[in-house]
């Protein structure tokens, strides 16, 4: 139990930022639900949708901030292994560890999804959706839970196997070149709808098809980064470390960017077409979007160690401490570059699309470019704020990190 305590309490940041994902992740289950359970014409099926959305979301953010923690402490786990503890014992330790994380993160997030109820409900009320007594239940607050937890610990297990296996990546080329053919496939798929309402739906599911084969296409997407030096060497080799980084962004950038530039397409050119209330888009996406926005920015916490040993090892090879700053932004704009380019092909594609099912002809009209400006902008900026606050702490870190 010491040794589990320990390793808890000397890890706290990324276990932390594990458990605020998990605290929105539960909170977006626990409304969906209640609406499944509520009354109304459209209950059922809003809900439904609402929930299908974030689960599909939330298990591509867990399953890769898990992933990344894991990766970040397997040295930890395989010393335990080299001094005689068991593989069934260090799975049980660490998996205690994401279970009482997890659990501590989701259940009070289910239970603040009550605040949200009234919120909800004036939002269709707004729009005129037939939606009615929206309460969270217990049932709601343990189901949400329970899907929070069982996402962590089956990121987590999957991970673990790492201990006892070669970290030599296999199959990389052919990952690489199954997700570009199923991608571009993906894409031909939406061509081949005429109904631009349905194309729009279809939109919605290629944005977390692409995001669930982002980290497949990273090595070939990265090979840009070669003239960035060190920063680019960095995120190209850091894989582990890029795909979670980049895959929220994604997600948030696909679902409001690509997807909102389809719809101004659709209602600049149809007078019939109305824009719902934002209240309405609020809490339709909310619970998709909400988990990604928390692991954009904290995702940075769970690499600390790793940021900081680097800055360290820059500093004993007698780097100027501006270098260290200088690496850290540069991996910042490496990361934004690669996500606002996948984003801006992702909008155009949509955008192209929407036009000619509306009009016969391949435009721009609708392309939200401010938006994508001003993401790349946060993201930029953020990120270069985490990464050289982080890199700042390296006096403080000591222990082994692989690189």
Same mark, same amino acid.
């Given at each position: 139990m010491s040794v589990w305590l320990k390793d808890l309490h000397s890890n706290w940041p990324s276990w932390l930022a594990v458990a605020l994902t998990c605290f929105i992740s539960g909170m977006? /289950?626990? +409304? !969906?639900? !209640?609406?499944?359970?509520?009354?109304? &014409?459209d209950a059922t099926s809003l809900g439904g949708t609402i929930l299908g959305l974030a689960i599909c979301s939330n298990i591509l953010v867990i399953f890769s901030q #898990?992933?990344?923690? %894991? &990766?970040?402490h %397997?040295?930890?786990?395989r010393s335990w292994r080299m001094v005689g503890m068991p593989n069934w014992l260090i799975f049980v330790l660490v998996l205690g560890q994401i279970v009482a994380v997890s659990a501590c993160g989701a259940i009070p997030g289910a239970f603040c999804a009550? =605040? +949200?109820t009234d =919120? *909800? +409900? &004036?939002? /269709?009320?707004? &729009?005129? %959706?037939r939606v009615d007594g929206i309460s969270v239940t217990m049932g709601g607050i343990?189901? *949400?839970s329970a899907v929070c937890v069982l996402a962590a610990v089956l990121g987590g297990f999957l991970?673990?196997?790492?201990?006892?296996?070669?970290?030599?990546p296999r199959w990389a080329a052919a990952k690489c070149a199954l997700a570009f053919i199923l991608g571009a496939g993906i894409l031909f798929a939406c061509t081949l709808i005429d109904d631009p309402t349905d194309a729009m739906s279809a939109c919605l599911g290629l944005i977390l098809l692409f995001a669930f084969l982002i980290p497949w296409m990273l090595p070939l997407l990265m090979q840009w980064t070669r003239p960035l030096g060190i920063a680019g060497a960095n995120v190209r080799v850091r894989s582990n470390f890029t795909a @979670?980084?980049? #895959? @929220?962004? %994604? +997600? /948030?950038g696909g679902l409001i960017i690509a997807v909102g530039s389809g719809l101004r397409a659709m209602l600049s050119m149809e007078e019939e077409f109305t824009m719902s209330p934002w209240q309405v888009f609020v809490v339709v996406l909310g619970p998709t979007i909400a988990p990604s926005v928390m692991a954009a920015f904290t995702t940075s916490l769970l690499m600390r160690k790793r940021i900081a040993h680097d800055a360290g090892a820059l500093t004993l090879a007698g780097a100027a401490r501006n270098s260290i700053f200088q690496v850290q932004i540069g991996e910042a704009f490496a990361l934004t570059a690669t996500t606002t380019g996948l984003l801006s092909g992702l909008t155009l594609f949509i955008v192209l699309l929407m036009n000619h099912e509306m009009t016969g002809e391949y435009a721009l009209t609708g392309f939200w470019w401010q938006a994508l400006l001003v993401q790349a902008c946060v993201m930029f900026i953020g990120l270069s704020g985490f990464k050289c606050g982080l890199a700042t702490n390296f006096r403080d870190t000591t222990a082994h990190v692989r690189p």
């Open positions: 977006g /289950f626990s +409304l !969906a639900v !209640a609406l499944i359970n509520a009354t109304g &014409d #898990m992933k990344l923690i %894991i &990766d970040e %397997i040295h930890i786990y009550t =605040f +949200l =919120f *909800a +409900l &004036d939002a /269709f009320h707004r &729009d005129n %959706i343990v189901l *949400a991970s673990l196997r790492r201990i006892y296996r070669s970290g030599t @979670p980084h980049i #895959m @929220p962004w %994604i +997600l /948030f």
